[in-house]
């Protein structure tokens, strides 16, 4: 019996939408912050096969969601490409900054992001042989863009500024580093589908900073190029891009790209997201996160209404964005009872 996730995927409308939760492993649940303090730091913990894999399972005892996405970051690409990568408590990511060609020219070839990513194809080879055999194992990869904008600001920014300026005034350092950090996510995907990923995702967390011809440019053409490379390698993959907060950008996207699912914000209305991009197949979202620290009767009858406005199509219930820390556990068990149960 092919897994529901895979059904969705392939364009089937389900009676019951599968399930699973961006951020699903995190310091929400106090199991995975015991695990993250045995491993030391968040870092320590990506790179530490079996307990990277503890913390993906977490979840899925916990809650049997549909998929497992790999225990990660959209950051260890960039340090196996040679960034420094430590993370500010409290505060987030801080990486070394590439401001111009000579940094792009000083990054690692592509052949040897290997060496620093093996533990994570080791993570996705024990999680495959782990997990139910009715969940699926979702791989992941930052979109370039948006792994682009940490690159070049050293840090998360709320607009992006340093890589928009970095695109205005040095246009070849610019593509050149998005052409990198391209090539290297197929190698990165492609590794995780040999080791056992089932399907992948591509965060292009800021993928809405994109206006116009960017967003072609920056956001269409690299998904397009990562997924037609992975596909001839890997025929039959299913891959979800994620060009969040892309308002009209969602439209059209799955075609533009070849993605099979197009992963939606909670910016935008379901019923708007169902006439206007599950029109092309699978959408996957997009309940607001703010529900899990809410819950209560807000929360069921938000998680009904997105239920309801995909129901007519291929759908695979999310929320529109991670989970964040202070959500409770509980509330999840909630929206998932919603969505199994009515
Ligand atoms: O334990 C901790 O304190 C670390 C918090 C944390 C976690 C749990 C970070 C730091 N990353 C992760 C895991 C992670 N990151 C996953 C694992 C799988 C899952 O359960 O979903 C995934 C898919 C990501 C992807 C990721 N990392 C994105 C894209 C998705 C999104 O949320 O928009 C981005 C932008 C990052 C960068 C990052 N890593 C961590 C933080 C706090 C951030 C955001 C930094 C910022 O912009 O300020």
């Given at each position: 019996m092919t897994k529901t996730i895979l059904?969705?995927?392939?364009?089937?409308?389900?009676?019951?939408?599968?399930?699973?939760m961006m951020r699903q492993a995190g310091r929400y649940l106090p199991e995975y912050r015991a695990t993250r303090a045995e491993a030391g730091d968040f870092?320590?913990?990506?790179?530490?096969?079996?307990?990277?894999?503890e913390v993906t399972l977490q979840p899925i005892r916990r809650y049997g969601f549909d998929a497992a996405i790999l225990f990660a970051d959209i950051l260890l690409l960039p340090q196996a490409l040679g960034a420094d990568l430590w993370f500010e408590t409290g505060e987030g990511p801080r990486l070394s900054?590439?401001?111009?060609?000579?940094?792009?020219?000083?990054?690692?070839?592509?052949?040897?992001?290997?060496?620093?990513?093996?533990?994570?194809?080791?993570?996705v080879r024990i999680l495959s042989r782990a997990l139910p055999g009715d969940t699926t194992l979702i791989g992941f990869a930052g979109a370039p863009w948006t792994v682009a904008t940490y690159m070049i600001a050293g840090r998360g920014t709320p607009d992006q500024a340093p890589a928009h300026a970095m695109k205005a005034t040095d246009?070849?350092?610019?593509?050149?580093l998005i052409a990198?950090?391209?090539?290297?996510?197929?190698?990165?995907l492609s590794m995780q589908v040999q080791a056992g990923a089932e399907v992948v995702k591509l965060f292009d967390s800021w993928a809405g900073s994109l206006k116009g011809q960017d967003f072609t440019d920056f956001a269409i053409k690299p998904a397009a190029t990562i997924i037609a490379a992975l596909k001839a390698r890997h025929p039959g993959l299913p891959i979800i891009a994620f060009p969040r907060e892309a308002g009209d950008?969602?439209?059209?996207?799955?075609?533009?790209?070849?993605?099979?699912?197009?992963?939606?914000?909670?910016?935008?209305?379901?019923?708007w997201a169902a006439a206007h991009v599950q029109k092309d197949g699978c959408v996957q979202g997009n309940l607001a996160p703010e529900h899990m620290v809410t819950g209560g009767a807000a929360l069921i009858a938000a998680t009904r209404h997105v239920v309801q406005a995909f129901r007519g199509g291929p759908h695979i219930f999310n929320l529109g964005h991670g989970i964040t820390?202070?959500?409770?556990?509980?509330?999840?068990?909630?929206?998932?009872?919603?969505?199994?149960?009515?």
């Open positions: 059904r969705a995927l392939a364009g089937e409308t389900l009676p019951t939408p599968p399930i699973w870092l320590k913990l990506c790179y530490n096969p079996d307990l990277a894999a900054r590439i401001t111009d060609m000579a940094g792009v020219a000083a990054l690692r070839p592509v052949d040897a992001i290997h060496d620093t990513l093996a533990p994570i194809y080791e993570t246009r070849a350092a610019f593509s050149a990198r950090i391209t090539e290297a996510t197929v190698e990165y950008g969602y439209v059209g996207f799955a075609k533009a790209t070849g993605a099979d699912c197009v992963a939606i914000d909670n910016s935008v209305s379901p019923e820390p202070d959500a409770n556990p509980d509330h999840v068990q909630l929206m998932i009872d919603t969505v199994r149960g009515g």
